[in-house]
């Protein structure tokens, strides 16, 4: 069975503060795929990135970077230089290869103050 | 279109009667996900269709849930005889989709937020 895990229910940071979201993931298909969504308070869903199993190369974009670590079947998702408006709940995502089963965790809810 | 729409974008109800939520996805997506996110929490899968595959219903929470999908176009999510409990915000998502490792990013729609009083 797939599950996704993201531990932390709450993160409260100042600005300018660098801050990791964690998620653990189980699945036993060796072909999957990892995903970011953003929830600000408005409500839509917004994707942030996408990563393949076979594709464990750390990617950075602007001040988002995504720590992926198959051995420990993590894929951590970290803010540099937080805002206030990063502010959201995070959710991680996990999908098998046919796509027919996304999952997620139940979010991260990140609060970043000025 | 060039996002995935959904619609009423809220909706009110009173307990017992019969709602129906329309997704509408993307233009050449073949998959379409429905999600129920209830407050505060995560994303629950509902069910999935894939082109003319039989749907995954696995996620329907009770016989009281049902969903269509005419081809590879429009959802209706419907739900009969609400309660209080099918208080939430019913997500529409929506993908490309042609097979193995063709698994492209999802796109969701901004929801109906329905309320069952």
């Known amino acids: 069975a797939q599950k996704v895990t993201q531990a932390q229910t709450e993160i409260s940071v100042v600005e300018k503060e660098d801050v990791t979201l964690d998620c653990v993931y189980e699945?036993?298909?060796?072909?999957?795929?990892l995903f970011w969504y953003k929830q600000p308070p408005s409500g839509e869903l917004v994707f942030l990135i996408r990563?393949?199993?076979?594709?464990?190369q750390n990617e950075i974009s602007g001040r988002y970077s995504w720590n992926f670590q198959k051995s420990t079947s993590s894929f951590n998702f970290t803010i540099t230089a937080s805002q206030v408006v990063d502010s959201a709940v995070y959710f991680c995502?996990?999908?098998?290869?046919?796509?027919?089963?996304?999952?997620f965790g139940k979010g991260t809810t990140l609060s970043v103050s000025s | 279109g060039a996002g995935v729409s959904q619609s009423p974008s809220n909706k009110v109800t009173e307990k017992g009667k019969d709602v129906e939520l329309r997704c509408d996805p993307i233009?050449?997506?073949?998959?379409l996900y429905w999600y129920r996110q209830r407050l505060g929490q995560g994303l629950e899968f509902l069910i999935y269709?894939?082109?003319?595959?039989?749907?995954?219903k696995s996620g329907l929470p009770s016989d009281r849930f049902s969903a269509e999908r005419t081809g590879e176009s429009v959802s209706t999510l419907t739900i009969q005889r609400t309660q209080q409990e099918d208080s939430a915000v019913y997500l529409c998502?929506?993908?490309?989709?042609?097979?193995?490792?063709?698994?492209?990013?999802?796109?969701f729609g901004s929801g109906t937020r329905l309320t069952v009083v």
């Open positions: 998502a929506s993908s490309l989709f042609s097979g193995g490792l063709a698994n492209y990013g999802y796109t």
């Open positions: 699945t036993r298909d060796t072909t999957y795929y």
């Open positions: 990563r393949n199993s076979f594709d464990e």
């Open positions: 995502a996990l999908s098998n290869q046919a796509g027919t089963a996304l999952i």
């Open positions: 233009s050449g997506h073949t998959a």
């Open positions: 269709f894939q082109g003319n595959s039989a749907p995954d």
